[in-house]
């Protein structure tokens, strides 16, 4: 599996944007780049995931290195409710092999402040 | 989407003994994983449950202690045997509805051992 380096924390203001980095260097042709987010005693939620391009959706924006060795998901306008921990998590599919299996690293606790 | 019901949400428990977890989803799924997460940790793949056939387990992980069971494509169980305060973490139950989607979890069934 692809490994992923992403910062411990990161804080921001509310109705402002956030960028939340990700560098996954050794990510192989067929890995999807996929963002999950935990919010406190929840489990995880989708947020959007990408392959080359990059993607929007109503949650987030992804934003995909030409060489695809770090990505970054863009909040465009944090609330008090994106406050959780946002994991990267580089997904081999080929061959069947399914979505559902994911490597969590530890993840970026993002803070958002009123 | 997939809504998944976990029971129990929480229990307590004592060393020695065992738990059954278990996992309902609103409609049927080929693919069903359990996870654990322990205090203050990311999560960590336990295995993967098939309808059908045995579950495939990950690294670290044994189905003495942690037998699973997928009687049907809608729900599927998670035991955590001869229990340690080790043990004591959130187990979550995470499906996907096929190749090319998110996954979807539910949240989460938080056990002491005392």
Redesign the interface.
Known sequence: DAKTTQPNSMESNEEEPVHLPCNHSTISGTDYI?W?RQLPS?????VI?GLTSNVNNRMASLAIAEDRKSSTLILHRATLRDAAVY?CIPSY?AG?T??????????TILTVHP | SAVISQKPSRDICQRGTSLTIQCQVDSQVTMMFWYRQQPGQSLTLIATANQGSEATYESGFVIDKFPISRPNLTFSTLTVSNMSPEDSSIYLCSVEKGINTEAFFGQGTRLTVV
Do not use: I
């Open positions: 996929h999950y929840q489990g995880p939620e989708y995931h994991y599919n069947g399914s979505y559902g299996k994911l490597t969590f690293g530890q993840g």
